[in-house]
């Protein structure tokens, strides 16, 4: 089963920049759609975006629309997240995690990583 492991998480100001990387174990990672999911404290999980399998579609929250863009190198069985014009409600724990159906659902997700904390500063 894939495991896998968020990075690139950490302290910006409002209207910066980060790129969030994903990184995968496993061949398996090129046969999954792969998603962002983040969660500010005292909040639910949000779905953020996600990513076909071949790269070929993409959706995303309406949160993020035009701010955010999702991307993945299957050759380095990698996900990425470009975050831009951050605001300080994108405060949260990022997740990703594999999805097995297209487009993602909130029952479709598995193999979640650990997380990484981005906090966006007013």
């Known amino acids: 089963q894939v495991q896998l492991v968020e990075s690139g998480g950490g302290l910006v100001q409002a209207g910066g920049s980060l790129r969030l990387s994903c990184a995968a174990s496993?061949?398996?990672?090129?046969?999954?759609?792969v998603a962002w999911v983040r969660q500010a404290p005292g909040k639910e999980r949000e779905f953020v975006a996600a990513i076909i399998w071949d790269g070929g579609r993409r959706s995303y929250g309406d949160s993020v629309k035009g701010r955010f863009t999702i991307s993945r190198d299957n050759a380095k069985l990698t996900m990425y997240l470009q975050m831009n014009s951050l605001k300080p409600e994108d405060t949260a724990v990022y997740y990703c995690?594999?999805?097995?159906?297209?487009?993602?659902?909130?029952?479709?997700?598995?193999?979640w990583g650990q997380g990484t904390q981005v906090t966006v500063s007013s």
């Open positions: 496993g061949r398996t990672f090129t046969s999954y759609n």
């Open positions: 995690a594999i999805c097995r159906t297209w487009p993602c659902r909130t029952d479709s997700f598995g193999s």
